[in-house]
């Protein structure tokens, strides 16, 4: 998908599809922030502690239950 910014007073606006906002469960309210890797613009939500803590539990989950799969793929 390509963008193009957009005039709003004297900064400059992107706009993200609902499709895009809904897939990752960002909403009006949801803090983002914007960093750079020196070449790209990365807009990441930030989340609280608690989904952090359940992200982590279902990565060990998956690594416990997948991982001699995951690395047998990775080589």
């Not at 900064?11 to 960002?26: Q, R, T, V």
Request: proline residues 7%; aromatic residues 2%.
């Amino acid at each position: 998908m390509i963008k193009t910014l957009t005039a709003h007073g004297n900064s400059a606006a992107i706009i993200i599809d609902k499709p895009i906002l809904e897939l990752l469960n960002i909403t009006m309210d949801t803090p983002l922030k914007i960093t750079t890797d020196g070449k790209s613009l990365i807009i990441s939500p930030v989340r609280g502690p608690e989904r952090e803590k359940l992200f982590k539990q279902a990565l060990r989950k998956v690594n416990a239950e997948h991982g001699p799969t995951l690395k047998k793929l990775a080589d």
